[in-house]
T-cell receptor, first 115, second 112 residues
């Protein structure tokens, strides 16, 4: 158990719909990262938040957005869903005090199926 | 932005030592090298991290030459349960990891 929690575990929805994925980081971790992993694909970095502020942005579509709340939990919003958005979505957290030395702890993931 | 290159797959047998090499030619001065392990349908798990020379923990060793343009993850005496995908990640500059690239990793298959 990494200490990172993600809900829901599974999500099935239809094309065109909007969903929200939730992540609670490990206690004390300030950074939250979101990744997408499609079948047989590597991890694609989407976005990072640090203490409530967006820190880095990767290959995140405009239909996707995220935020980190004052209690440090984060939500990833996916809208106008397409079949190709079906994937495992992972959240990770790290302490990230800016030393350049980091270790990410990954949650169990949310499996999104768009039909 | 340091990009990494690793073999797509490797095969080994139980009890053997496995070495997976990662190339990162444009690694920055502040960058650390980190390796993760991922089993199917699970989140990646941190294995080891280093900056230079050699780092060893209870699971693996990480060898980094002086120029830091590559690194080698060494898994001693692998077992069937070590069958997984291994990712090399370079980054961690001063609190801003930038655009993190895990790549497709190395799929290690351990056979009996």
């Amino acid at each position: 158990d990494s200490g990172v929690t993600q809900t829901p575990k599974h999500l099935i929805t239809a094309t065109g719909q909007r969903v929200t994925l939730r992540c609670s980081p490990r206690s004390g971790d300030l950074s939250v990262y979101w990744y997408q992993q499609s079948l047989d694909q590597g991890l694609q970095f989407l976005i990072q938040y640090y203490n409530g502020e967006e820190r880095a942005k990767g290959n995140i579509l405009e239909r996707f957005s995220a935020q980190q709340f004052p209690d440090l939990h984060s939500e990833l919003n996916l809208s106008s869903l397409e079949l190709g958005d079906s994937a495992l979505y992972f959240c990770a957290s790290s302490v990230d005090f800016g030393t350049g030395n980091y270790e990410q702890y990954f949650g169990p993931g949310t499996r999104l199926t768009v039909t | 932005l340091a990009k990494t290159t690793q073999p797509i797959s490797m095969d080994s047998y139980e009890g053997q030592e496995v070495n997976i090499t990662c190339s990162h030619n444009n690694i920055a001065t502040n960058d650390y090298i980190t390796w993760y392990q991922q089993f199917p349908s699970q989140g990646p798990r941190f294995i080891i991290q280093g900056y230079k020379t050699k780092v060893t923990n209870e699971v693996a060793s990480l060898f980094i030459p002086a120029d830091r343009k590559s690194s080698t993850l060494s898994l001693p005496r692998v077992s069937l349960s070590d069958t997984a995908v291994y990712y090399c990640l370079v980054g961690g500059r001063g609190g801003s990891q930038g655009n993190l690239i895990f790549g497709k990793g190395t799929k290690l298959s351990v056979k009996p």
